[in-house]
T-cell receptor, first 110, second 113 residues
């Protein structure tokens, strides 16, 4: 089964609101990454957080990691219509694989 | 943009025929991955490679084989295509696993009729 599982599966918000997505994983990891996919396109890397980090920021993105709970969250602040996309977490699952979850589909309404 | 290209971008094939998808990179990255993406399943790892002639199975490898005879090329073969293999296939590359970002190709939409 897949290593990462995002929650919720779908999220619809208004422009200007914050969006929070969660990711849970099953095995020990070295790092966790978040990616974004615009409809029909390849995934694009957003941010990486190492297993010894608890929080990381990049622009309007804030990622947290709780290794004791095997979970991570991605917060997008002050969302824009252009943030509409699917968001995936990915882990190395402690191996040489790069495993993705099912993703959260975010819709930001103007 | 990272130099990664997939070919073909679209393909329609008949059940039972062999199909080969190609992933080509110009970044000299060690790791290459093949994923399939289906509604409700996200991205699922089919096979991956950690070097020339070094490959391993992912979570949905049945019915698929891969080869990597050169650093830059990673081929995915469906020996006898089935309708359940209708999907969008993505190739990805990375310099290291999980430590550096992965770069994705634009995807191949495969339809098996």
């Amino acid at each position: 089964s897949q290593q990462g599982e995002e929650d919720p599966q779908a999220l619809s918000i208004q422009e200007g609101e914050n969006a929070t997505m969660n990711c849970s994983y099953k095995t020990s990891i070295n790092n966790l990454q978040w990616y974004r996919q615009n409809s029909g396109r390849g995934l694009v890397h957003l941010i990486l957080i190492r297993s010894n980090e608890r929080e990381k920021h990049s622009g309007r993105l804030r990622v947290t990691l709780d290794t004791s709970k095997k979970s991570s969250s991605l917060l997008i602040t002050a969302s824009r219509a252009a943030d509409t996309a699917s968001y995936f977490c990915a882990t190395d699952a402690g191996s040489e694989k790069l495993v993705f979850g099912k993703g959260t589909k975010l819709t930001v309404n103007p | 943009d990272a130099g990664i290209t997939q070919s073909p971008r679209h393909k329609v094939t008949e059940t039972g025929t062999p199909v080969t998808l190609r992933c080509h990179q110009t970044e000299n990255h060690r790791y290459m991955y093949w994923y399939r993406q289906d509604p409700g399943h996200g991205l699922r790892l089919i096979h991956y490679s950690y070097g020339v002639k070094d490959t391993d199975k992912g979570e949905v490898s049945d019915g698929y084989s891969v080869s990597r005879s050169k650093t830059e090329d990673f081929l995915l073969t469906l020996e006898s295509a089935t309708s359940s293999q209708t999907s969008v296939y993505f190739c990805a590359i990375s310099e290291t696993v999980g430590v550096t970002e992965a770069f994705f190709g634009q995807g191949t939409r495969l339809t098996v009729v």
